[in-house]
């Protein structure tokens, strides 16, 4: 089974911070994702990266970046944390590029900006 | 613009069969997905269906219709552990999820 690790289930920090939310998986996946999931709203993407090195963003990049130095590593970054990023955010993974195969989900973290 | 509609939220009873739908619209098409997510946990992967038709999985089936953007997904003979959020997301031109905001499904005894 794929297995999709996200370092902290809950998070808490405060305005202004750089935060910083890790997620390593363990498939040899091409392709890793970064969601915010709020209620009421469908899951958006804020970054992707489909090979080592390279990023792309998504529907809603403001406020954020990313880092993969390694294939099954994808970092993201609240370069200075708002309260408008309270969210709860998913990383995910899939094989291959330009082809339909489903997305691996992690547990998610739930951030809390006060 | 892109858009995925899928009811907020639906009720049934366990032992029933309940069929939630989802229409899409996309900037392309290469097939719909649907998810199954427990409160607080991660999304699972249920179904992908590209062909128009019915696709069955044990008690879960999952239909497309492509030239009517529609899609739904049957659950049968329900159990209180199917009580969760169906997440319905369609793959555009592409290969990017548009997913839509979910179905909450509550199932009574």
């Known amino acids: 089974d794929v297995k999709v690790t996200q370092s902290s289930r809950y998070l808490v920090k405060r305005t202004g911070e750089k935060v910083f939310l890790e997620c390593v998986q363990d498939m040899d996946h091409e392709n890793m994702f970064w969601y915010r999931q709020d209620p009421g709203l469908g899951l958006r993407l804020i970054y992707f990266?489909?090979?080592?090195?390279?990023?792309e963003k998504g529907d809603i990049p403001e406020g954020y970046s990313v880092s993969r130095e390694k294939k099954e590593r994808f970092s993201l970054i609240l370069e200075s944390a708002s309260t408008n990023q309270t969210s709860m955010y998913l990383c995910?993974?899939?094989f291959g590029t330009g082809v339909s195969q489903p997305q691996h989900f992690g547990d998610g973290t739930r951030l809390s900006i006060l | 613009g892109q858009n995925i509609d899928q009811p907020t939220e639906m009720t049934a009873t366990e032992g029933a069969i309940v069929q939630i739908n989802c229409t899409y619209q996309t900037s392309g098409f290469n097939g719909l997905f649907w998810y199954q997510q427990h409160a607080g946990e991660a999304p699972t992967f249920l179904s992908y269906?590209?062909l128009d038709g019915l696709e069955e999985k044990g008690r879960f089936s999952s239909f497309l219709s492509r030239s009517k953007g529609y899609s739904y997904l049957l659950l049968k003979e329900l159990q209180m552990k199917d009580s969760a959020s169906y997440l319905c997301a369609s793959l555009d031109s592409n290969y990017q999820l548009i997913w839509g905001a979910g179905t909450k499904l509550i199932i009574k005894p």
């Open positions: 990266s489909y090979d080592v090195k390279m990023k």
């Open positions: 269906n590209v």
């Open positions: 995910a993974s899939s």
